[in-house]
């Protein structure tokens, strides 16, 4: 069973940057790809950006590629999203999670998760 906390969310003005950490419990968070999806009012929970077990491949949505960071410290077990050049857009309830495939390729559709946070809201005002 692993557990998932986000932290970091918050209200930003357009062009501004936060940083979204999720903390894994358990020992086996190090064999585990780690993902952020977001979903905003009214909208389906769609795909941000990934990461592998490992840290060495990473994919993005078109949306937020070269805005956005994914990284990973498998020591402290935690998974970030830094989030530059925000857009009013961008505004959301952001989830981590987990794929509890050990040493898998990194995946990017819901369905392919085992493991949720709770959220934490972003708000980009214009």
């Known amino acids: 069973q692993v557990q998932l906390v986000e932290s970091g969310g918050g209200l930003v003005q357009a062009g501004g940057s936060l940083r979204l950490s999720c903390a894994a419990s358990?020992?086996?968070?190090?064999?585990?790809?780690m993902g952020w999806f977001r979903q905003a009012p009214g909208k389906e929970r769609e795909f941000v950006a990934a990461i592998n077990w490992s840290g060495a491949s990473t994919r993005y949505s078109d949306s937020v590629k070269g805005r956005f960071t994914i990284s990973r410290d498998n020591a402290k077990g935690t998974v970030n999203l830094q989030m530059n050049s925000l857009k009013p857009e961008d505004t959301a309830v952001y989830y981590c999670?987990?794929?509890?495939?050990?040493?898998?390729?990194?995946?990017?559709?819901?369905?392919?998760?085992?493991?949720w946070g709770q959220g934490t809201q972003v708000t980009v005002s214009s």
């Open positions: 999670a987990a794929d509890a495939t050990p040493f898998a390729s990194v995946v990017v559709t819901t369905s392919e998760y085992d493991y």
């Open positions: 358990g020992r086996t968070f190090s064999r585990y790809g």
